[in-house]
């Protein structure tokens, strides 16, 4: 039972590039999250889907998309990578919206 | 708006002692979660506890309890018996309608 993954967990990108940042959960959850850290903040909540196929915006959408295909599966695409989209990002995973979260180990993504 | 608030950026506590993290919240919805997560300097997000609004009874989870005050919207967390292995970043968390906010975080040291 590997709980949430994510790959990679580094990443350099330059300023308009794009890329996707996997992430993946095998305890059957319905809700997925996607969340940004910054230093010296909490966790913002960037995008979620209560299940395959929803998805919905959360507090700090812009720049980023995903799609929710399978249960198990729940990629963060950035369409095109800038400097303040430097950050750590945290998969996470739930039975449902208001239950303990699962998050995966995070991806630190650097834009120069 | 729906905010989540952590006064004390720093906190210090001797080892075996108590320490107590505050947090308030803001919230219109009648129904929400609350949570405490623990970020040591890995990088991962562990979780601690968890309070629902219509919870009558503080949880509690071994050495950690959650100091609920619905009508003050604060909801502290308890550490009793600090051990060095708890010098950490916590946050506290609030889960509504499928979002979440965090709080900026307080990072605690426990000195032996």
């Known amino acids: 039972n590997a709980g949430v993954t994510q790959t990679p967990k580094f990443q350099v990108l330059k300023t308009g590039q794009s890329m996707t940042l996997q992430c993946a959960q095998d305890m059957n959850h319905e809700y997925m999250s996607w969340y940004r850290q910054d230093p010296g903040m909490g966790l913002r909540l960037i995008h979620y889907?209560?299940?395959?196929?929803?998805?919905d915006q959360g507090e700090v959408p812009n720049g980023y998309n995903v799609s929710r295909s399978t249960t198990e599966d729940f990629p963060l695409r950035l369409l095109s990578a800038a400097p303040s989209q430097t950050s750590v990002y945290f998969c996470?995973?739930?039975?449902?919206?208001?239950?303990?979260?699962?998050f995966g180990p995070g991806t630190r993504l650097t834009v120069t | 708006a729906q905010k989540i608030t952590q006064t004390q950026p720093g906190m210090f506590v001797q080892e075996k002692e108590a320490v107590t993290l505050d947090c308030t919240y803001d919230t219109s919805d009648q129904s929400y979660g609350l949570f405490w997560y623990k970020q040591p300097s890995s990088g991962e997000m562990i979780f601690l506890i968890y309070q629902g609004s219509y919870d009558e009874q503080n949880a509690t989870e071994g050495r950690y309890s959650l100091n609920f005050q619905k009508a003050r919207k604060s909801a502290n967390l308890v550490i009793s018996a600090s051990q060095l292995g708890d010098s950490a970043m916590y946050f506290c968390?609030?889960?509504?309608?499928?979002?979440?906010?965090f709080g900026a975080g307080t990072r605690l040291t426990v000195k032996p």
């Open positions: 996470a995973s739930s039975a449902g919206g208001l239950s303990e979260q699962y």
């Open positions: 968390a609030m889960s509504f309608r499928n979002d979440m906010r």
């Open positions: 889907s209560v299940g395959a196929g929803i998805t």
